[in-house]
Nanobody, 116 residues
């Protein structure tokens, strides 16, 4: 499985961005896709995940209320809509595929920078 993340950029605080993650190479219906982020000097943090066949996303604390994950199965693409962005949201955002409870495939990351 190969993942291609895109959509990052520079945005002012309070603004919005939508990240995309396109998957190729064969996903299983039991797979989950998730978004993580890593800020400079910090550990990688879970943001949000969703099953490829289910309907209920699950959010990390940092994403609740401001971020929304969605998917387009026909396009093998997952989206992360980020609203009301804050400077502390600045990080490299990664998408990943979870298989059998382990995130085994990772995209290359896309930089999100939120200016104050």
């Amino acid at each position: 499985v190969q993942l291609q993340a895109s959509g990052g950029g520079l945005v002012q605080a309070g603004g919005s961005l939508r990240l995309s993650c396109a998957a190729s190479g064969g996903l299983f219906s039991s797979d989950h896709m998730g978004w993580f982020r890593q800020a400079p000097g910090k550990e990688r943090e879970f943001v949000v995940g969703i099953s490829w066949s289910g309907f209920s996303p699950y959010y990390g604390d940092s994403a609740k209320g401001r971020f929304t994950i969605s998917r387009d199965n026909a396009k093998n693409t997952v989206y992360l809509q980020m609203n009301s962005l804050k400077p502390e949201d600045t990080a490299v955002y990664y998408c990943a595929v979870r298989r059998q409870q382990v995130y085994v495939y990772w995209g290359q990351g896309t930089q999100v920078t939120v200016s104050s």
